[in-house]
């Protein structure tokens, strides 16, 4: 189907603009413009019941944790923000994850890992396992489901790899248009060339910065569809969107969940672009995919 008119509408303004793509500007000017169109589309700030920011020494990172109310251990949600491991910050995650702890009732942190090419592979993908182990064994948590879209979408899948293997038991992965094979050659990939949407030359600028050597990729870690096995690991919710490169290898990967005995759900967006998960404040899709993010970690806290 063609672009969603709300999506068309934002591409029609962005190209009047002539907004440079990211990659056409410098760290510091990418991450900046990065922050301020997510938070141009995400909507209003949603009030949450507590917010609380907390550095711990052991981990040498910040985590941002969001609580609804009530006492005692809570199900939770470790979330991991995108931006190609190159953008992206604990604030770039705020609109989503303060959406998900009113619309799930659930737990929400936010794991501040540290970013590339400062930090390249693998440094992320430690940090937060690092992350996940400490706030599995807190004394306020519950079972947990770790998520991120798109770079986060990555290191949640490929924290599940590395805890199967070496803890926590985790309840479930969401993975929200997430990257998970580096180089691919898909027909989403192709087709992605919009000037004014993320596009190909996107994806691998990120990469560039990700990986000192491209043979990096070919680690599991880096590319979670070229683990071995996928038998054995948690439940998952895989999100694309239609008009997105990394839409085919998101989808790739959860047929290759389905196929390992993982309970899996795909759900495609037709007419969304990359990004819609934090532009609910701009577009319906982002809505929808928000409310079906939070009935699915309902049930499946419920069933964990």
């Not at 009047?16 to 700030?45: F, W």
């Not at 580096?182 to 949407?197: F, V």
């Not at 309970?263 to 409310?291: C, E, N, Q, W």
Request: aromatic residues 10%; charged residues 15%; contains cysteine.
């Amino acid at each position: 189907m063609p672009l969603d008119p709300q999506v068309e509408a934002m591409r029609a303004q962005r190209a009047a603009d002539d907004v440079p793509q990211l990659y056409t500007q410098t760290l510091a000017e990418a991450r900046a413009a990065d922050l301020a169109s997510i938070q141009a589309v995400g909507g209003e700030v949603e009030p949450v019941h507590s917010v609380e920011d907390v550095f711990v020494d052991s981990l040498g990172l910040p985590l941002r944790i969001y609580r609804p109310a009530g006492e005692g251990p809570m199900p939770t949600l470790v979330y991991f923000f995108g931006g190609g491991w190159t953008l992206g910050s604990i604030e770039t995650a705020d609109g989503i994850c303060r959406r998900l702890v009113n619309a799930a009732g659930c737990q929400v942190i936010t794991v501040g890992y540290r970013l590339a090419p400062e930090h390249p592979f693998p440094t992320a993908v430690h940090d937060c396992h690092r992350a996940t182990v400490w706030i599995a064994a807190a004394p306020f948590v519950g079972s947990v489901v770790v998520g991120g879209d798109s770079a986060g979408g990555n290191l949640a899948a490929a924290v599940t790899l590395l805890a199967r293997d070496n803890g926590p038991a985790l309840a479930g992965q969401l993975l929200v248009y997430p990257n998970t094979l580096y180089g691919s050659d898909t027909a989403s990939m192709r087709a992605g060339d919009d000037p004014y949407l993320f596009n190909r030359t996107s994806v691998n600028w990120y990469w560039q910065h990700y990986l000192s050597d491209p043979a990096q990729g070919a680690d599991p870690l880096a590319s979670p569809m070229l683990a071995p096995s996928h038998a054995g690991l948690p439940p998952a919710l895989v999100i694309t969107a239609e008009y997105d490169p990394l839409r085919d290898e998101g989808e790739f990967y959860a047929e290759k969940l389905y196929a390992a005995g993982v309970p899996t759900t795909l759900s495609r967006y037709d007419g969304m672009v990359h990004g819609f998960f934090a532009m609910s404040g701009a577009l319906d899709g982002g809505k929808r995919a928000i409310a079906e993010a939070a009935e699915w970690l309902r049930k499946t806290f419920s069933d964990g």
